[in-house]
């Protein structure tokens, strides 16, 4: 059996790609984080090992230990941590000085880097999970109105903007009006800031970077998602073909249709 090893931050992400990986033939060696990981994930993996957030050498030192060569990261790593509970070890003390900007793509890829220089190969992020990646089209029964669409298009490139500058990934849009950007808090606090600013029926797009590293920190769209949309009594969400994950694609369908919530793959 193929051994392959795992970090998991928080979401639904994880378990999927745990899922998948041992329907695949592989076991699972997983690393977990106690401030974000869900405990449903220790009856999906062969092997767990829980870590604060800041124990890299500990990290490190599992995968070796359980002679694996091969990693995927899963599930987003809450920024907030790095000015509230982190305590890095000696070895992401070394990450941090390497990294002066420390936005998101730079501090994974050095992360990932750390793991490269010990032998470990951080594998695409949506390893066994391909068929997750939406095409072009319309998922739901409502299309977009000529409004949203007008608004899905001044979206994405305003989005676009932002995830090139490395600062978010998500904006809440009306009347191509920018009501909110995604910054440190995370995508599901700027569609409610954006809901409220907007007063309801708000357009919601999220995109990947321009120059995606599809190893880490893909765009995810789930359950979750729809409710916080529903929450910001938002009315179309449009995310990036092929390179968005959709969990529980029946649920989310099912529910945005039963909110009138139209959903554009772009």
Not at 77 to 96: G, Q
Not at 133 to 145: D, N, V, W
Request: aromatic content about 4%; some cysteine.
């Amino acid at each position: 059996m193929s051994r392959i090893g795992l970090i998991a931050g928080s979401g639904r992400f994880p378990l999927y790609f745990a899922q998948a990986a041992k329907q695949g033939g592989n076991e699972v060696v997983a690393v977990a984080i106690r401030e974000e990981t869900s405990p449903e994930l220790e009856k999906l993996v062969n092997q767990i090992h829980w870590f604060h957030v800041g124990e890299l050498q500990g990290m490190i030192d599992t995968f070796l230990n359980a002679h694996i060569e091969r990693i995927v990261m899963a599930g987003k790593i809450t920024k907030t941590l790095m000015f509230d509970r982190i305590r890095p070890d000696a070895r992401l003390m070394k990450v941090f000085e390497k990294t002066p900007i420390r936005n998101d793509d730079a501090l994974l890829r050095q992360l990932s880097e750390e793991f490269i220089a010990e032998g470990i190969h951080v594998c695409d992020s949506t390893t066994f999970l391909s068929v997750l990646l939406p095409e072009k089209g319309i998922l739901t029964s409502r299309k977009p109105s000529e409004e949203e669409l007008l608004d899905i298009k001044y979206g994405h490139e305003i989005a676009k903007q932002i995830a090139g500058l490395d600062i978010g990934q998500t904006v809440v849009v009306k009347n191509r009006v920018i009501l909110s950007v995604e910054a440190i808090e995370g995508t599901d606090q700027a569609i409610q800031r954006g809901g409220l600013l907007g007063n309801g029926d708000v357009t919601v797009v999220k995109v990947a970077r321009p120059k995606q590293d599809m190893r880490y920190d893909i765009p995810t769209i789930g359950v979750d998602t729809i409710r916080n949309l529903i929450a910001a009594k938002a009315r179309c969400l449009a995310f990036e073909e092929k390179k968005t994950l959709l969990l529980d694609r029946e649920e989310v369908i099912k529910l945005a249709d039963s909110a009138g919530i139209a959903i554009m793959v772009v």
